[in-house]
């Protein structure tokens, strides 16, 4: 192989969620066990913002944008001045930390491409950066591309005796070891687990200790389920020098087809990126920015009745796998859960696709998210509750058809 | 520096279109001559979509989009199907060649997406590139951001001894020197020349001879003045293996505010363009994407009139730069002018931000598009025609007052 063809070759999206259409569906005969599951498609590899639709109002802000022209149409590469001062001043209210719209902020994307652009902004080649496994699958991919070196740290899934979060002494390790970033998701992807306070905590002040720089990706912070606790690092005591926050409207708020994401933190890293964003698709859609103007301004009541509806359907699904004796992590925010499977006689793959062909369940494979994840699933629960519960019970019932 | 540092050094955005707000206006006033000359201002470093307003139904489509839900949200990475067929087929009409829109097309967020795809698809460390002087700013930085090299290849304005385009035995030795990757825009950017037939055919044969990968940035191609030709490297009767076609509606139509492109060519480039794009902000916006439908499906006569309003502008720009003495080569196709300036007492970047702050004129200066280029500056003249016609009076003024 060529040096692209390597460098590529790390890249796949074979199993990345709504590329599945891209699969052939060939080469399963000898694998069928037993008569397909009726029931209606359900597609776990991404939310159904047809059963939890945008928050109210966002179509309406587009078609203002567009109206306002040029001036909407043409933003400085990190955004439009005025939403920044707008949605700086909600996420300094959000996250109890000071954020300057001028200088500490950019308008991506989507929050993809905020966590590409944080990347790039700190990641060349032989930049050696701490990975959690499992977490958000392209943070990996990204880390690769830009020519770093991925150096897994474990996540602790959290129970009565130890808190949930990144491993601290192995992350303290890859810091003594070199690394130069850290790159973690919380509420994680694809648990759900939220790191706990003291963990965020030390987090922050052993990246200051060691001059790490880290990314920490908020995006679901804001669907946290009744009784949880958040921590915000920005807003730590002591914080590395160089920190990027990233949220997003995308998940919670239904906005995905906006791509619309923010970046805030230290101002020479939102600078680079900004540089990078140049290059790269020179701002996030003008018109689509203007819906971050619903963003923290949803209509009264709306965010609490979108957690409960979640936290519905999340009990529920629970209850299903706990039933079939499938192990899975009680998620703490977000939509993501993430099931492990029964020792099985096919390979995941295989039984994903199977899944998807028998039983019309998409879900994404867990080695998308730790190499090390043979025997998991994720599921991303934002779903019409009804057909995702029977969705759940036809993935427990060829589980069990396909145990070992 | 560090190595990142060193990186992100040579992708400064300081002079680029649309980011001169974030220029400090200090350090002239010893530079200072004479009184601000008064007059509407004019944005020179991009189209004027007020002035020019986007294709008659984009918010439409963008509306009707919306309303379809996750199926709009959710597209595949490269795009949805259904307007990948349309615009694969609308394209083939185009260019005269066959266009497979579900492996060789991919919509993008912007050209720009698109050119940053491209080249990250085939330029990674110690890549030698192509690249023509002057051409759009973007390529130079593209390149070195991916870890390759660029190797100039001068562009020639074209009279009626010599065919306008790269120069071919330029082309040719660089190519005979290791260069795998050509990248070029024709029209040109910022000159508005375009390659001649003999030298599209010219430069396909010898990709194919050499193996070169080819990237074509086609993006002012429909806007073709009265009596001009304009021929599509795709369509040739020999084409090398890698060849990548990069279009979208951001200029002639107006669409820049929906940030959409596509790219289209051989599939394997394709497929990896998709693989970064997933990494990058997975997809252009869904609901922008609808848009595309209204993409060479104007109103009757609304793309005659739109060219007439630019030839028109052109010919006065032309003539105001032509009595100044300040040679300007002739559009052919596009919204751009390259005209040269006399030779100033001051430098280039001072005369450019002196414009903006004496005469309310924003150009961009002839630097980004070549590093020889220090006496010349790029106008888009897709701007309300009366008001580019005295902004141009007043450039010519200003050039004078600076005169050496």
């Not at 619309?260 to 600078?271: E, H």
């Not at 730790?370 to 759940?392: G, K, M, P, T, Y």
């Amino acid at each position: 192989m060529t040096l692209i063809e390597t460098k590529f070759a790390a890249l796949g999206t074979g199993n990345a969620p709504g590329q599945e259409i891209r699969q052939s569906g060939n080469g399963f005969s000898g694998l069928i066990k037993g008569n397909p599951i009726q029931g209606t498609p359900v597609d776990f590899s991404h939310g159904d913002i047809d059963a939890h639709p945008p928050t109210p109002g966002a179509a309406e802000t587009w078609s203002a944008g567009y109206a306002l022209g040029g001036a909407q149409a043409y933003t400085e590469y990190r955004g439009l001045a005025d939403i920044r001062t707008q949605v700086a001043a909600d996420l300094t209210e959000f996250t109890g930390a000071p954020i300057d719209a001028e200088n500490e902020m950019i308008v991506t994307p989507g929050t993809q491409g905020a966590l590409f652009l944080a990347l790039g902004a700190t990641v060349t080649n032989g930049t050696k950066v701490a990975v959690i496994e499992p977490d958000y699958f392209a943070n990996r991919k990204l880390v690769t591309f830009f020519g770093g070196t991925v150096v897994p740290v474990p996540l602790i899934y959290g129970d009565e005796n130890r808190d949930a979060g990144p491993d601290l002494n192995a992350l303290e390790a890859a810091f003594h070891n070199g690394v130069e970033v850290l790159v973690f998701s919380t509420p994680n992807n694809p648990t759900g687990v939220v790191t706990a306070a003291e963990t965020i905590n030390r987090i922050a002040a052993l990246a200051a200790q060691y001059g790490v720089a880290v990314i920490v990706d908020q995006l679901y912070a804001r669907m946290l389920y009744s009784g949880e606790t958040y921590t915000h690092l920005l807003a730590c005591a002591n914080v590395p020098e160089n920190l990027i926050t990233i949220m997003g409207p995308s998940k919670t708020e239904s906005l995905s087809g906006f791509r619309l994401g923010v970046a805030f933190g230290s101002a020479a890293l939102i600078d680079r990126m900004e540089k990078l964003q140049a290059i790269v698709s020179l701002r996030a859609a003008g018109y689509n920015q203007a819906a971050l103007q619903t963003w923290f301004h949803e209509p009264e009541g709306w965010l609490e009745r979108r957690i409960r509806a979640h936290q519905a359907i999340r009990d529920d699904l629970l209850a299903v796998f706990n039933a079939a004796g499938m192990a899975t992590v009680t998620p703490q925010a977000g939509s993501y859960l993430y099931p492990q499977l029964p020792k099985l006689d096919i390979g995941l793959q295989d039984f994903v696709r199977l899944l998807r062909q028998q039983a019309a369940v998409t879900v994404t494979p867990g080695t998308e998210f730790s190499q090390r994840d043979h025997d998991r699933i994720r599921l991303n629960f934002s779903q019409d509750h009804r057909a995702a519960v029977e969705a759940a019970g036809r993935i427990t019932a060829l589980a069990a058809r396909y145990a070992a």
